[in-house]
């Protein structure tokens, strides 16, 4: 019986047309939750945009878009997912800083186990962090690579964990540590392996969200079928959650960390 290479030609030519448009809706519904501060179809987003991560990147590529997008969306739709359970985490919290944000004279010993220890001498911004972590009850970690958050995750067992990192570590990091404890994630504002920089500010918000969410009721994040929405939540003076304050500001916090990137990676989302 002969092989129907036609037959199979025009198979592979329909379905390689079946994923581009698949993968690019979904960049498009990213692109369109980033400017409407909404997370639309999270799950077919996420799906999608793992499975297809290459063929992502070079859509973007095509059609001059910054790659970046691709990390930024599966990043920011991550955090806006997790945010909830996240928050109401209360003990072994921890947040897990890259090695590339000390100072290029930092003198700290790296442990085997939980990576470099700070001494907190001021040089660099992961001092602030660690003063900021001791406040707010979260265990900092300071590591040199994936190998170490592994590591963490077994030996520390942590209940939460806020990461920062590069986009690219990041996305990867993200999708594995979401499936054993809920994540956040921060992306440096400055990259390149050394003497980077990160949103100290946003990390901290970030903690300081998880001392103030077991106030927080949940019924303030509503969510219907295939759409969710990020709305924040804002908490008074006596740690209590105003809901109707929330839904009047409509203040994502999912999205807080899209709004504080740099320039350049929101233009590649208003370029779609």
């Excluded at 129907?4 to 498009?28: C, D, I, K, N, S």
């Amino acid at each position: 019986m002969p092989v129907p290479y036609e037959l199979l030609g025009r198979l592979f030519v329909y379905l390689a047309v079946l994923v581009f448009l698949v993968t690019a809706l979904a960049l498009l519904i990213g692109a369109y939750s980033f400017r409407r501060h909404r997370i639309m179809f999270p799950n077919f987003v996420l799906f999608m945009l793992y499975l297809f991560y290459s063929p992502a990147k070079w859509i973007c590529r095509v059609f001059y878009i910054k790659e970046a997008l691709v990390d930024d969306i599966l990043i920011e739709f991550r955090n806006a997912l997790l945010l909830d359970r996240f928050k109401h985490v209360t003990e072994r919290r921890a947040v897990i800083l890259p090695q590339c944000m000390r100072h290029p004279e930092c003198r700290a010993r790296c442990d085997p186990i939980i990576g470099y220890e700070c001494k907190q001498c001021g040089k660099c911004d992961i001092g602030r962090i660690v003063e900021a972590a001791e406040k707010y009850d979260f265990k900092v970690f300071v590591v040199p690579g994936g190998s170490f958050v592994r590591k963490i995750l077994k030996v520390y067992k942590p209940g939460s964990c806020l990461g920062v990192a590069c986009r690219t570590e990041l996305t990867e990091s993200m999708q594995e540590v979401a499936k054993i404890v809920p994540v956040q994630g921060v992306c440096l504002l400055r990259d390149g392996c050394y003497d980077t920089r990160a949103d100290v500010d946003e990390v901290i918000r970030k903690m300081k969200m998880c001392d103030m969410g077991g106030a927080v009721d949940d019924g303030c994040a509503g969510k219907d079928g295939g759409e969710v929405a990020a709305i924040g939540g804002s908490v008074d003076e006596d740690g209590l959650a105003d809901c109707e304050k929330d839904l009047n500001d409509a203040d994502s916090d999912g999205f807080r960390g899209f709004q504080r990137m740099p320039k350049e990676a929101r233009r590649s989302g208003d370029d779609v």
